[in-house]
């Protein structure tokens, strides 16, 4: 089921600019018997993506009602929500409309159907060699302008391979294609600085917020791949595959270390505690 | 009039990775008297930005019957022909599907009534504050992952302002939000490389073309503002503008020169001995 504007449709139009320059912004989001997970957060960092981009945020209730409806199609199912929000329809060229009126879409997939392994015993990451483009403006933000990982995605078909990291045009190391990146170096946690290129990700912000709570030291800063494999340990995450610890890079091997152990975790515990509920239940 | 793959539509599925993903790739054409100028040279471009992001290339002669069956609908208008080539629809992920089936989406559009002083007398242009990231697997080809241009082209409302310049992050003048950008200097023609950013255009590459062959030396570098701005004449080109010589950049006035005007003549004769024809006028 796919909601746009509210209405159950499963086409946009042409003259959107969703479709015409990927101007707008998604949100992915876990949904564990009908709740939708880290919800608010979600809503919180596509108004700061909308207020980057100058896109008028649409109602957060509307937004809530519309996730709430969907996800009691399927209410004990294991789930993904989008929500996909764009400037709307507008005339050919790059200029905005006067009147903006941002278009909303929501739709429910099924869960990927990772293997239990993956965040226990850790996956294969491979190092990509398309590289993140360097762009103030946009990092930071999960817009629709996604071509980079598109392109980073297609390096490999070997289902061994269950990440790729990508460097930025200097050689840094800044996230996964759908993940971002953390390692561990002397009991501190590492991760990118996101200023330049990149998509801050809502686990990632609460793997910081936690990791700070329970003592841990947290540094963002830039790194090569030389020092991303000197680590203790590495581990990737997102809202739908929480956190998957990487036990090889190429030839290199990792072990999944007690850090990683504790913070998914604390991870779990969060997510339990926070979890958005459906207020009205059928 | 809207064609998408082949039949008379207006909205696209959701699933489209052109709108999920901006996974696509434009051109936009000018039509006169119901021909489009330099279809063939568009659908080379086309054809070699598939190829760098591996999509498969619709079927050139189907491209060349659905745009004749458009123009055919204004047959004495100016106008833009607009095609779209995106990777089609495929699941929720970056992933691309194992089989790519791309959608071609062909639309007609009104010619923007451009005043024609713009070419005779030039136009005025502003320094955007939004810059170009650089990333070498997507510079020079003209893929749907637009956002750059649009921030760029929101700066500003003025409508004495007819085109907004774009530094890359290193300080360097790429192009405008919608054309390429060649300055003259000391009777040399200078305009970017678009190896790290930018779009590279087909009157681009015309002007380049007839310039040499006019015994013009031609020569792409990087450059700064401050060059720019030290330059004897400066114009923009896009399909649809043709040149548009700049007669002034923020304090900074320029005359139109001899050269520009040069290579207006020289393109104008270009374009219509190359004109694309329709063979089979109803």
Chains 1, 2 share one sequence.
């Not at 990791?211 to 739908?240: M, P, Q, R, W, Y």
């Not at 072990?255 to 152990?261: A, D, F, H, L, N």
Request: with cysteine; aromatic share 8%; proline share 4%.
């Amino acid at each position: 089921m796919i909601l746009i504007n509210g209405e159950s449709k499963e086409h946009i139009e042409i003259s959107d600019r969703g479709f015409q320059y990927g101007d707008g912004l998604f949100e992915t989001i876990e949904v564990r018997d009908g709740k939708a997970v880290f919800f608010e957060r979600h809503l919180e960092r596509l108004k700061s993506g909308c207020d980057r981009l100058y896109i008028p945020f649409p109602d957060g209730q509307l937004l809530s009602l519309e996730a709430k409806a969907l996800c009691r199609q399927w209410p004990s199912a294991h789930a993904v929500l989008k929500i996909i929000v764009t400037r709307g329809t507008g005339g050919r060229g790059y200029r905005q409309p006067d009147v903006i009126q941002p278009t909303r879409i929501l739709s429910l997939h099924p869960y990927p159907d990772y293997p239990k392994i993956y965040s226990e015993r850790g996956i294969v990451a491979r190092i990509c060699t398309t590289r993140l483009g360097l762009n103030p403006t946009l990092a930071g933000i999960k817009h629709l302008n996604r071509l980079e990982q598109v392109m980073a995605r297609a390096e490999w078909n070997d289902s061994a391979v269950q990440e790729g990291l990508m460097l930025d045009v200097n050689d840094r190391v800044i996230e996964g294609t759908m993940t971002n990146l953390f390692y561990i170096k002397n009991n501190s946690l590492y991760t990118s600085v996101l200023s330049q290129s990149g998509v801050a990700g809502i686990i990632r912000g609460i793997v910081m917020t936690i990791s700070v709570d329970h003592g841990l030291s947290v540094i963002e800063h830039l790194f090569t791949k030389n020092e991303l494999l000197s680590a203790d340990e590495i581990f990737v995450c997102n809202s739908i595959i929480g956190i998957w610890p990487i036990k090889q890079i190429e030839a290199m091997h990792f072990s999944v270390g007690p850090i990683t152990k504790s913070i998914q975790i604390w991870l779990n515990e969060s997510t339990s505690k926070t979890a958005w509920l459906e207020a009205d239940k059928a």
